[in-house]
């Protein structure tokens, strides 16, 4: 059995973390949140060459978390954060659950120490 659209969904997901796994990449999207970069610009603070820098950026591109321009003879890569919303919401799921496995957990305490101080009084 296969759910509608989930395997589009897991596709997606399975590109954007396996992109967003590698601290390389993060590093280079977060330069690239402060604005456009060219491959020389992103490859400075990084101890690699160009191909290497080149190759993180062709997986966040086919990850959709970037996109290129030709600009005369410079490629600059720009963030395209939205496809990260899907990751977010995703994640976001898991959130919620912990959240209400918090609440439960601490409405248990709360009534064990009613409890336990009940016993106290005794």
Do not use: C
Request: charged share 30%.
């Amino acid at each position: 059995m296969q759910l509608s659209g989930y395997r589009k969904q897991s596709q997606n997901l399975d590109a954007i973390f396996a992109a967003l796994a590698d601290p390389t990449r993060r590093a280079i999207l977060s330069r690239l949140a402060a604005g456009e970069a060219s491959v020389n610009e992103i490859a400075t603070p990084f101890a690699m060459s160009q191909p290497a820098v080149s190759k993180h950026l062709k997986v966040l591109e086919r990850a959709g978390l970037i996109e290129r321009n030709i600009d005369k003879q410079r490629r600059p890569a720009r963030l395209k954060a939205e496809p990260m919303a899907a990751a977010v919401g995703w994640l976001e799921q898991f959130r919620q659950f912990w959240s209400s496995s918090f609440d439960q957990l601490d409405g248990l305490l709360e009534t064990l120490k009613k409890a336990e101080k009940r016993r106290s009084r005794k």
